[in-house]
């Protein structure tokens, strides 16, 4: 545990912010790895011997969890023994200096732990203080579990995701966890603007169900206008054409060339200036209600040539385009690489996994966009410094050393006794 | 054009930010929706005659487009003709009293008509500059078009989104753009707070693509360690069992049993505390291994009775589980109603049309949290008012009246022509 003190402030616009984070797995990791991206000191509070449940999930490089590594990059670890005079003493003073506190229990956990909105909007009325939970802290469904593919279901997104005539699928990404992540962020930053004016905290309440909702776009709208149900389309927009995959020599790609202007220039790329001239295709409704002949058509081109050929080609006409990237290819993307979307971690042990990195580009932030691998906290690494820092601010606190052993023996603590049965 | 003027400050934390948009379509406008609903102003600046492309898509609801409506309600609209010098001029006022400014043009077009960001940094220091492209204004791909299908497909998520034996599916909302767009919501917002301190505006440029990345959750990280590219799995999480659909008698559901714990309170719930007992489901990765038998067992069960049934019985035992909800049903859902997450948004005409609302719930907002339509302005609408507004601010500046009909008669203004070749 040799990982250095982090209290000098990191660069960046949220430089000088201090988050106590006390959640786990993706949703609100996700959202406080945001405001450390931007410079915030994450202090993240975890249960003794075990930390967050993502310290166990697989792949492992060494000792440590790459899906940890991933969302923690950047956050020092504390681990907390709530059931201990000393350790509600310790957080009682990180409460009285962080800004921001984030977690993601059920709704009623933090309550019954003594650490819940009510409480500390009396006691600390600085703080902005936000929970990400599956429903929100209000309405009918608030004590129910909540997990991405709960609300990806509940939500709309499945029922528009996947082929016409295939079942609904998954959004391939958590895009229930990280939708409402963002939005925390947003609720958090807009919080911590109004507080520069009035001094005033606030409470941030994030159901992911309801930011679901907010992301469907103009399917809600749609259906209160048209009374037609909204439906899948696998890989098409339903109202322009050609705004699909075609198939090459070697693989399928998409173009969008959803415009008459665009649907020359494509034709022209593609060699078969003829195609725009057909009487079926001259409008974009023609085109629409004609795309199976359309899509015939031009893969009938679009089949002879590998891939890359058609994309440097319609990139050379401004028609836009795409392969449909693997993973794996977004390592050596050029554009990514250029953008330094590809960043390090690390963790414990020596060797770095690669991940995306930020993709807020800001002025102020060129000095932290790093080159360096950023590091994800050893579970309790940065107690002592913690506590030396907490000491130098305080000469009256007196603070104990805590290692994992000493609380192994007493059994799991309160706060993740209330926390697992989430 | 009747509508008022929204010179009073809105409540909200964004309370007496401006914001000039230049942003057309989706991801701009889904941008500054969001910092509307948080209680910014927001000037749409229009070009005129059509005003923003959607304006133009259907569905209608009398003269208004629903999809217009979704995204822009809650701001003021204004046309400005940028080759009439007056209008110039009343754009430099209105940079002069903006805090925020945000396009989603091709990179170069602002530039080139003289307003791009580094023209700004100078003349408006004060500025937070924020571009959201589809691939960001460095690198190589930075000139080519991004639309939301060039980057789901480019940046990988459609590699992982339909199923494993199926064309890989597009995201069923628009998670190219919203995702860019909340990124960006989070870089204005972290460098409005910062501006709080050292008085500086910033750069914040967004690329759709990068945005893709980040959101990417663990898939990067796994490849890089295990080496294995991965690949869709329709609806089921790939090493959790049961987390999947599953058939009722009158459709599918979602059941998310993922550890023992909750796989043996779902053999309860169904009624058939025998499944848990069975040596090939005892542990998650059984389960896992053993999914297609696992699947079959459960819907032999579930196929009994109506989904309604199990998710009754499901809920009351604390297993996470949903219905795949078509858009339809989202107007009616109890925990969305409860808060308040189904808004009516209208515009020019009587009709109001309904959406999602605004999914941050914060203590400051409960006021903004409307009960009455919010309204999305008619092209031009607060012309006037903002030309009142700055004489009074400034006795020195003359206004001139300028209507559509003025400027159609001179043809496209220099904005625009340049925006549509974007």
């Known amino acids: 545990m040799a990982q250095t003190n982090e209290t000098e402030k990191k660069p960046g616009p949220l430089s000088g912010i201090t988050v106590l984070d006390f959640s786990r797995v993706l949703a609100g990791p996700y959202c406080t790895m945001v405001l450390a991206d931007l410079g915030a000191r994450v202090i993240k509070v975890e249960r003794f011997g075990t930390g967050d449940d993502t310290r166990a ?69 600085h703080i902005v203080y936000t929970s990400i939970s599956g429903f929100g802290h209000s309405g009918p ?147 629409v209600q004609n795309r199976q002949q359309l899509v015939r058509d031009i893969e009938a081109i679009t089949g002879t040539q590998p891939m890359q050929h058609w994309i440097d080609a319609l990139n050379e006409a401004g028609v836009p385009c795409a392969p449909i990237n693997t993973i794996d290819r977004l390592f050596s993307h050029p554009q990514l690489l250029a953008r330094n979307m590809i960043v390090k971690v690390k963790g414990e042990g020596e060797r770095a996994v690669r991940t995306a990195g930020n993709p807020i580009k800001m002025s102020t932030l060129s000095e932290v966009d790093p080159e360096v691998p950023i590091q994800s906290p050893a579970l309790n690494a940065h107690r002592e410094a913690i506590l030396e820092e907490l000491m130098a601010s305080n000469g009256a606190y007196a603070p104990t050393t805590h290692d994992d052993g000493d609380v192994d023996d007493t059994g799991p603590d309160a706060l993740y006794q209330a926390a697992s049965a989430v």
Chains 1, 2 share one sequence.
Request: glycine share 10%; aromatic share 8%.
């Open 57 to 125: 999930f697989g792949p492992f490089v060494g000792v440590d969890s790459a899906y940890f590594m991933c969302f923690n990059r950047g956050k020092e670890s504390i681990s907390l023994d709530i059931k201990s005079p000393r350790d509600r003493e310790l957080l009682e003073r990180l409460l009285d200096s962080c800004d921001v506190v984030v977690e993601n229990f059920r709704p009623g956990v933090m309550e019954r732990l003594g650490y819940g909105p009510e409480r500390l909007a009396k006691t600390h009325p």
């Open 141 to 287: 469904f608030s004590e129910l579990p909540g997990y991405d593919m709960v609300v990806q279901a509940m939500g709309g997104v499945m029922s528009l995701t996947g082929w016409p005539d295939e079942e609904p699928a998954r959004v391939g990404t958590s895009f229930g966890d990280l939708g409402a992540a963002l939005f925390g962020v947003v609720g958090i930053l807009s919080a911590l603007y109004s507080r520069t004016r009035d001094a005033q905290g606030a409470r941030v309440d994030i159901g992911m169900l309801d930011c679901q909702a907010a992301l469907m776009e103009t399917a809600l709208a749609r259906y209160d206008v048209e009374g037609v149900v909204p439906t899948r389309t696998g890989d098409n927009h339903p109202s322009l054409a050609p705004f699909e995959t075609f198939m090459a020599a070697d693989g399928k790609f998409v173009i969008c060339a959803g415009n008459d202007t665009l649907f020359l220039l494509m034709a022209d790329a593609l060699g078969s200036p003829h195609l725009a001239l057909k009487a079926e295709f001259l409008t974009n409704d023609l085109r």
